[in-house]
């Protein structure tokens, strides 16, 4: 199931009740915003597990053939696997390809958070929904993807770790004085974060508006 949908659903919810009540003719194209953006994060982040699994796919097909051709001497973990072996175990198509799979991940993942930004700027304009809040995703975007040189974060050199349960993890090689300053938890955790404040948030904002209507 696509991360987003319960978001999705509250979100028909909430509009509907919307145009009960009789919303402002602004709220329209916001909606509509809402509706797309929550899209567009949800096929980013299916990209990026399908990137996450052929990558894993493509290391455990080079490890198969490293250890296949020469044998290992267990005693010591160490392959007989002559250099001949090891050009056939790493083809550079794969080590290209692997390479196009890094760079497409972090694009991706970049992405995501101006996205998620854009979502929460949107959200916060509808009606009862202006305290809406995503930490996860607000800080990763502005203090890693759009703003790391501003003097409350200064963590500029780029780094990407990906492949474990987390998702993919930006700007994890830091130098000791940031290393735990704005820390990325993860693109996995940081969506389901955003995906749980904002059914919260809907939740409320629902209860709100038809004890209104409701007098």
């Known amino acids: 199931m696509p991360i987003f949908e319960p978001v999705v659903e509250r979100l028909v919810e909430y509009h509907l009740i919307l145009e ?31 990137r996450e699994r052929e990558h894993h796919d493509l290391d455990d097909k080079q490890k198969r053939r490293v250890t296949i051709p020469g044998e290992l001497n267990k005693g010591a973990g160490i392959s007989t696997a002559s250099p001949t072996d090891l050009q056939l175990a790493f083809p550079p198509n794969e080590a290209d390809r692997k390479n196009a799979i890094a760079f497409e991940i972090e694009l991706f993942t ?40 501003k003097i409350h974060s200064l963590i500029l050199p780029r780094s990407l770790a990906y ?14 004085e940031v290393v735990n300053l704005f820390p990325d938890e993860g693109l996995v955790p940081n969506a389901e974060q955003f995906r749980d404040n904002l059914v919260a948030a809907l939740d409320r904002a629902i209860a709100r508006i038809t004890s209104d209507a409701n007098g």
Request: aromatic share 8%; proline share 8%; net charge positive.
């Open 20 to 50: 009960k009540a009789g919303k402002d003719p602004q709220t329209e194209p916001l909606l509509e915003e809402a509706y797309a953006r929550l899209s567009q994060m949800d096929y980013l982040l299916d990209e990026i597990a399908n």
């Open 163 to 176: 492949g474990g349960k987390r998702g993919p993890v930006l700007k994890p090689s830091r130098a000791p």
């Open 110 to 149: 970049e992405a995501f958070y101006w996205i998620g930004a854009r979502l929460r700027t949107v959200v916060r304009l509808l009606p009862e929904l202006k305290g809406f809040e995503a930490e996860g995703v607000r800080n990763t975007r502005n203090k890693l993807v759009e703003h790391p040189e």
